[in-house]
């Protein structure tokens, strides 16, 4: 991996087990993390929509995963009023940016999950 420094610190390498950018990448290495990032590229969108739009993925992880990406600044939550309490949420700068890496990864994963099929069929016929 390229090792990156700032100002006065330790060069980053996420191959180093006690690098602290190793949590950055199991942050973005979260599937549940991934597809909300990618579901905000859109625009903003309320809890309700988030649910719609992913199937698969229960409130409560959806609500943990949305906390975890507002602390680590990826993701910007704004209370809209109302009663119940509406509450949308949006891509900070940074999501914006890591948003722009996942999308060679999602267009990547949709080219290609026909060859990774293929692939495991052929090994599972090799292998038994």
């Known amino acids: 991996m390229t090792k990156t420094t700032t100002a006065g610190a330790q060069p980053a390498d996420v191959l180093d ?9 199991a942050l973005v290495g ?8 990618t579901a905000l590229v859109a625009g903003p969108r309320r809890n309700g929509e988030l649910m719609r739009g992913m199937d698969g993925i229960s409130q409560k992880v959806l609500t943990q995963t949305l906390r975890e990406l507002e602390r ?12 119940p309490l509406h ?9 914006h940016s890591l948003s722009e890496a996942l999308g060679a990864v999602d267009r990547w994963a949709e080219a290609h999950f026909q060859d990774l ?7 599972d016929a090799r292998v038994g």
């Not at 979260?30 to 990032?37: F, V």
């Not at 680590?72 to 009663?83: S, Y």
């Not at 509450?87 to 999501?95: N, T």
């Not at 099929?117 to 090994?123: G, I």
């Open 87 to 95: 509450v949308e949420y949006a891509l900070s700068a940074s999501g």
């Open 30 to 37: 979260n599937k549940w993390a991934l597809l909300i990032l």
């Open 17 to 25: 087990l006690h690098c602290p950018s190793r949590a950055a990448l």
């Open 72 to 83: 680590n600044g990826l993701v910007q939550r704004t209370a809209l009023g109302g009663k």
């Open 117 to 123: 099929a293929q692939a495991r069929e052929a090994f």
